[in-house]
């Protein structure tokens, strides 16, 4: 197996857990047709204001969302505390464009780092370099206002130094005002003709402050300052082996959805089956990664039926199999075909992607397994070893009623 590269932060928890919960929620869940509505139409402060002044999430219930997240198997969570259109969720000292003074009036991230501790899950805060909101972040190559006419009148008296401090405030705030953060998620630099990068953002200065407030915060790969990075975070793809930088092995995790936005979309149509649900968790611990998957709240406060319908998928699956995920990570075995396989010293576990009929063969290291059975209900299963040391494990012909069936192979000692 791998070994990752030594990382600043505490990680140790982070590849036992395996499983979180991120949450994508602000003001773009009005509008309700992606989080980044304000730069794709590209809209004026004054266009995107009516969801400033209405937003109010009457039937906001954390405890609802740390419950589903809970039964999901789901371990830690990271939340938005400022995406790209600058509104904040907590009560910061530096903005009035804040939560506390929507209609809502009150602290929301307060009340979500609550709820989320309160059953044992370890707390994460996502937030956003940039900022379409602030009067001081350039209109750049990818602001909201990069195609307006007169761009360079609205870029006078800008001054990145003066936003550097903000941010700087801002994460002091998130990371003294609310106990022991696991995480921060920082998002995102594009350097180069245009852009940001890690002289833009002080990342070095970023860094320092955010491990001198939280000296074991995991700190993510986004900052573009490679040394600052304890995770690497590959979005909306599933690598198709461990992840390397520079050649070695790392901690890391995939970041995913649902559907195919990160916030609320109303009218979206590419919800993943729930096969997909499981096998991209299955196919990220058998590469030796963890699986971040997002949820958009409604603007009403709530996670809508298709999303608590995909964490209802994850509940069933993890309630009899998440033994083959905490604590799991890539095998130094071959899989089988059609399967994946996780390890936990030796314990390995087959997960059977597309069932077979009546046999299931595992090569190479036959002689190793000493005994075998389905995760789901404990029920044995009968194998033979042959002369080239291919097992060949005896299933039932009608493939038992959960989603990837897992068969856990207790390993005799090499």
């Given at each position: 197996m791998y070994q990752p590269k030594p990382t600043k932060g505490k990680t140790d928890w982070f590849v036992q857990d395996r499983f979180g919960m991120f949450i994508h929620w602000g003001l773009y869940a009005l509008p309700a047709r992606h989080e980044w509505v304000k730069q794709r139409e590209e809209m004026t402060d004054e266009q995107y204001a009516p969801y400033?002044?209405?937003?109010?999430?009457?039937r906001f219930d954390p405890d609802r969302w740390a419950d589903l997240a809970a039964a999901a198997?789901?371990?830690?969570?990271?939340?938005?505390?400022?995406?790209?259109?600058?509104?904040?969720l907590w009560d910061s000292q530096y903005t009035d464009y804040k939560a506390t003074n929507t209609p809502w009036g009150g602290d929301l991230l307060k009340e979500v780092v609550r709820a989320f501790r309160e059953r044992g899950l370890k707390v994460g805060f996502y937030y956003s370099l940039i900022d379409w909101h602030h009067p001081d972040f350039p209109v750049d190559r990818i602001h909201a206002q990069r195609n307006h006419p007169e761009r360079a009148r609205l870029n006078e008296g800008r001054e990145m130094s003066r936003y550097r401090d903000y941010m700087k405030n801002q994460v002091r705030e998130l990371l003294t005002n609310y106990g022991k953060i696991d995480v921060i998620w920082y998002d995102f630099s594009y350097p180069g003709e245009g852009g940001k990068g890690r002289d833009d953002w002080?990342?070095?200065?970023?860094?320092?402050?955010?491990?001198?407030?939280?000296?074991?915060?995991?700190?993510?790969?986004?900052?573009?300052?490679?040394?600052?990075?304890?995770?690497?975070?590959?979005?909306?793809?599933?690598?198709?082996?461990?992840?390397?930088?520079?050649?070695?092995?790392?901690?890391?995790?995939?970041?995913?959805?649902?559907?195919?936005?990160?916030?609320?979309?109303?009218?979206?149509?590419t919800w993943k089956s729930p096969g997909q649900l499981i096998r991209m968790l299955v196919n990220t611990v058998a590469t030796g990664g963890n699986l971040l998957m997002n949820v958009g709240p409604t603007a009403r406060?709530?996670?809508?039926?298709?999303?608590?319908?995909?964490?209802?998928?994850?509940?069933?699956w993890m309630s009899q199999h998440g033994e083959?995920?905490?604590?799991?990570?890539?095998?130094?075995?071959?899989?089988p075909q059609d399967c994946r396989l996780t390890q936990n010293g030796d314990r390995l576990y087959a997960h059977i992607f597309a069932y077979?009929?009546?046999?299931?063969?595992?090569?190479?290291?036959?002689?190793?397994?000493?005994?075998?059975?389905?995760?789901?209900?404990?029920?044995?299963?009968?194998?033979?070893?042959d002369e080239e040391n291919t097992a060949r494990l005896e299933l039932p012909v009608v493939q038992p009623p959960v989603e990837a069936p897992v068969v856990k192979l207790y390993l005799k000692p090499a």
């Amino acid at each position: 197996m791998y070994q990752p590269k030594p990382t600043k932060g505490k990680t140790d928890w982070f590849v036992q857990d395996r499983f979180g919960m991120f949450i994508h929620w602000g003001l773009y869940a009005l509008p309700a047709r992606h989080e980044w509505v304000k730069q794709r139409e590209e809209m004026t402060d004054e266009q995107y204001a009516p969801y400033f002044k209405y937003f109010n999430p009457v039937r906001f219930d954390p405890d609802r969302w740390a419950d589903l997240a809970a039964a999901a198997g789901m371990k830690y969570m990271v939340i938005t505390s400022k995406h790209h259109d600058g509104f904040c969720l907590w009560d910061s000292q530096y903005t009035d464009y804040k939560a506390t003074n929507t209609p809502w009036g009150g602290d929301l991230l307060k009340e979500v780092v609550r709820a989320f501790r309160e059953r044992g899950l370890k707390v994460g805060f996502y937030y956003s370099l940039i900022d379409w909101h602030h009067p001081d972040f350039p209109v750049d190559r990818i602001h909201a206002q990069r195609n307006h006419p007169e761009r360079a009148r609205l870029n006078e008296g800008r001054e990145m130094s003066r936003y550097r401090d903000y941010m700087k405030n801002q994460v002091r705030e998130l990371l003294t005002n609310y106990g022991k953060i696991d995480v921060i998620w920082y998002d995102f630099s594009y350097p180069g003709e245009g852009g940001k990068g890690r002289d833009d953002w002080d990342s070095e200065g970023l860094e320092a402050l955010s491990r001198s407030l939280q000296p074991d915060i995991i700190i993510n790969n986004r900052l573009d300052l490679p040394s600052s990075a304890d995770i690497y975070t590959p979005e909306q793809f599933q690598p198709r082996g461990w992840v390397h930088v520079d050649g070695e092995p790392v901690v890391w995790e995939t970041c995913q959805t649902f559907s195919g936005s990160w916030g609320y979309h109303r009218d979206e149509a590419t919800w993943k089956s729930p096969g997909q649900l499981i096998r991209m968790l299955v196919n990220t611990v058998a590469t030796g990664g963890n699986l971040l998957m997002n949820v958009g709240p409604t603007a009403r406060g709530e996670l809508d039926m298709r999303a608590e319908a995909a964490l209802g998928v994850y509940r069933d699956w993890m309630s009899q199999h998440g033994e083959a995920i905490y604590g799991c990570t890539a095998s130094v075995h071959k899989a089988p075909q059609d399967c994946r396989l996780t390890q936990n010293g030796d314990r390995l576990y087959a997960h059977i992607f597309a069932y077979p009929f009546k046999h299931l063969h595992i090569d190479g290291f036959g002689d190793r397994i000493d005994y075998a059975e389905f995760l789901h209900d404990g029920s044995e299963i009968h194998f033979s070893v042959d002369e080239e040391n291919t097992a060949r494990l005896e299933l039932p012909v009608v493939q038992p009623p959960v989603e990837a069936p897992v068969v856990k192979l207790y390993l005799k000692p090499a």
